[in-house]
């Protein structure tokens, strides 16, 4: 049974904003092995990556209903891709998650759905 669904989306200007401001954005939002994966990319798609994971991460707190805080932080999830590029969330909080995470030149945006085991 579902028990939560979440969307967001967020502006990548924003998010390069927040980079170029701030060196520790990206690994208060990222974990290790999401930056590790992060850095064998280049260009806008950094960018991307790290709107596409603060999207996901954002939509995931939504859907558990408590937002982005103690309950459940961005280092609690973690959102890396299959060998295929399908993006896999884990975490820890004894449910199934299913994501969905998007860009355009200009957003990004991601859904989460929640599911019982």
Partial sequence: ????????????????????RNSRFASRVLTEAEI???NKLKGTRVIEFVAGRY?????????????????????????????????????PFGMNAFVSITHTSTIAMAQVILEER
Avoid: W
Avoid at 1 to 20: C, H, K, N, S, Y
Avoid at 64 to 84: A, M, R, V, W
């Fill in 55 to 91: 999207a996901a991460k954002e939509a995931f707190s939504k859907a558990y209903g408590t937002g982005i805080g103690p309950e459940c932080s961005f280092q609690d999830l973690e959102i890396l891709n299959e060998k295929g590029g399908k993006p896999v969330i884990t975490h």
């Fill in 1 to 20: 049974m579902i028990i939560g669904i979440g969307i967001d989306t967020v502006d990548l200007d924003r998010i390069a904003q927040l980079i170029e």
């Fill in 36 to 38: 590790l994966a992060c």
